[in-house]
């Protein structure tokens, strides 16, 4: 499914009324009615009752159909609207005044300053079954603050079950930020599609379940290639080749590890292995390589001699280039160390090596001082920065990236021309071109030493087996995720180590070939 941005809705919204005749009225009618779908759905509505609070813009306008609808259904509803009626405009305003000729009760809230009120709301939100969040939708546009901050603070200290509308109030719609504060809602139904506001932490987690109703606009304007971002929903895997041998699943090098990090290499080309991949070769420190060998000797190892720190010679750089050369594909960088002799052996195997390139960790600090050797590339460069190695990559800090991702981590691949793997909370996986997509599988005991190095390993399996390399990336992420997430069933999340993960890769990719469709409706619902 497309996820869009406030911008991308609002010309949605424009298009639906101005080219197809959907009138505002019939919009904001289908996102009420959606919104008492989920309600029927998941409360029940006939006898409850509901307090329902109206900012004044169409969110308030959505919650002004949903008080009518809930009324003429038998539920007894409060509606509180948060400023002066008369600002509300367009359906938002004919809905006003037809909820003013209903029995409803409604009270207007619009003094600055609410304390002498806050008494009888608390009485009514108490006395209800469910709160209905229709403050702010995708027309937030500063920090809450006054009335508005208090109201959302009721409405979290409730203990009511509540349904959001479009998004949590104080949730920015762009880049799922709180601003100010936010409601906690146990459901959320958005309209059109899901904004990137509704994905991204922590107005994810802020939203609980999720809904969506396409409120009839055509397929065309959701569907529309103007629209970069989407969910990763798993692609088909290809069947695997029963008549095949290790070579017919790639033949991938890993360039790998130091005198310090004995597990990355480990990771990253046992994860290949254990995520269907053929051939394992890893470049590695001569004296590491005993160890990594007890863990795994399923790998084939190529010793490298080494520095006086222990990381890879630069000595070593024609006969790896030889190397590269057979390989489908190259992984550089996990555990490499950042020795100054080994980042500059980094940045000239990246200048040659002509087979798509991985570079993770150690290898993308080596590069982040040199991106041209990235921008020159022909042959395809994939690279998987945490937070901190965007904010090397980028010149940012990593508040200013986690405050904007999508657009940042769009922006970095079209400039860099390499495929950008954000990785953290719902990783972000970004083409040159300009998509982007949000990855839905993976849990909070993933971020654990290592699991980075999995993730490469897994990506470079996917390529092995026989997709292509831009699928390669969004289905390596959703595997590394999916395995993450079988851990975290398994024993929960605390604890979960990169070595579960692993163990779990032959499972995700088994799940994800079986009921790989099925998975990807888990996050998002859709209703009408
Ligand atoms: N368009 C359509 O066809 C459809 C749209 N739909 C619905 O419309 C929603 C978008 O509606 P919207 O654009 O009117 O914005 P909305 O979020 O209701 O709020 C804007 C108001 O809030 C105010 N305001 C902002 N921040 C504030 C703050 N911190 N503190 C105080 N005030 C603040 C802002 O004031 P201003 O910034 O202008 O001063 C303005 O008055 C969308 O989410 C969906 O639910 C559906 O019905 C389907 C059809
Ligand atoms: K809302």
């Known amino acids: ?120 709301i608390k009485n009514h939100i108490n006395c209800c079954d469910i709160i209905i969040d229709a403050v702010f939708g995708t027309g937030l546009s500063r920090n809450t603050e006054g009335r508005y901050k208090d109201i959302i603070e009721l409405i979290n200290t409730s203990q009511k079950k509540v349904l959001s509308i479009d998004i949590p109030s104080g949730v920015n719609g762009d880049t799922g930020r709180i601003m100010g504060n936010a409601v906690r809602a146990d459901f959320t139904i958005t309209f059109g599609l899901p904004k990137t506001g509704n994905m991204l932490y922590p107005g994810y987690e802020l939203g609980g379940k999720l809904y969506v109703s396409h409120i009839s606009f055509p397929r065309s304007l959701y569907k529309s290639e103007t629209i970069k971002t989407s969910v990763n929903t798993p692609v088909s895997l290809p069947p695997r080749n029963s008549n095949g041998h290790k070579g017919s699943f790639g033949d991938v090098l890993f360039i790998a590890g130091s ?170 996986i970004a083409y040159p071109e300009g998509r982007v997509y949000i990855n839905m599988t993976g849990n909070s005991g993933m971020g654990t030493p290592g699991s980075g190095d999995v993730l490469t390993g897994a990506v470079a399996a996917m390529f092995g087996i026989g997709l292509n390399i831009e699928d390669s990336v969004r289905m390596g992420v959703f595997i590394h995720g999916l395995s993450g997430d079988l851990a975290a069933e398994q024993y929960g999340k605390d604890g979960i180590t990169a070595q579960d993960i692993l163990d779990f890769l032959p499972l995700a990719v088994k799940k994800a070939r079986e009921k790989g469709h099925e998975l990807s409706s888990k996050t998002i619902r859709s209703i009408f």
């Open 259 to 428: 005198g310090s990090y004995y597990g990355a290499p480990y990771f990253s080309a046992c994860g290949f292995l254990k995520s269907g991949g053929g051939y394992s070769r890893l470049a590695s420190p001569r004296s590491i390589i005993p160890f990594i060998a007890a863990r795994c000797s399923e790998i084939v190892f190529i010793p490298q001699s080494e520095t006086v720190s222990g990381s890879i010679a630069y000595e070593n750089k024609n006969a790896i280039l030889a190397q590269t050369q057979k390989r489908n594909m190259v992984v550089l960088g996990p555990g490499l160390s950042l020795e100054k002799e080994t980042r500059q052996l980094a940045q000239e195997l990246t200048e040659k090596i002509d087979v798509p390139l991985l570079i993770d960790g150690d290898g993308i600090t080596a590069l982040s001082s040199n991106l041209s050797i990235i921008q020159k590339r022909i042959p395809p460069t994939i690279l998987t920065p945490h937070p901190g190695e965007m904010s090397s990559i980028t010149g940012m800090s990593v508040k200013e990236i986690e405050a904007d991702r999508i657009k940042i981590v769009q922006d970095t691949a079209e400039k860099l021309n390499a495929i950008i793997v954000l990785k953290g909370a719902h990783t972000l």
């Open 1 to 120: 499914m497309k996820i869009c941005s406030v911008a991308e809705i609002r010309e949605m919204d424009r298009a639906a009324i101005e080219e197809f005749g959907i009138i505002e009225e019939i919009l904001m009618e289908n996102a009420g009615q959606g919104a008492c779908s989920v309600l029927l759905e998941q409360t029940g509505i006939k006898d409850k009752k509901f307090c329902i609070f109206c900012g004044i813009g169409n969110n308030g306008g959505d919650g002004l159909v949903i008080a009518r609808k809930l009324h003429s259904y038998g539920a007894e509803v409060k509606v509180f609207i948060l400023s002066d009626p008369v600002k509300y405009k367009g359906a938002a305003k004919t809905n006003y005044k037809i909820v003013s000729q209903l029995p409803v009760p409604v009270e207007v809230i619009d003094s600055p300053d609410m304390l002498q009120s806050k008494t009888g």
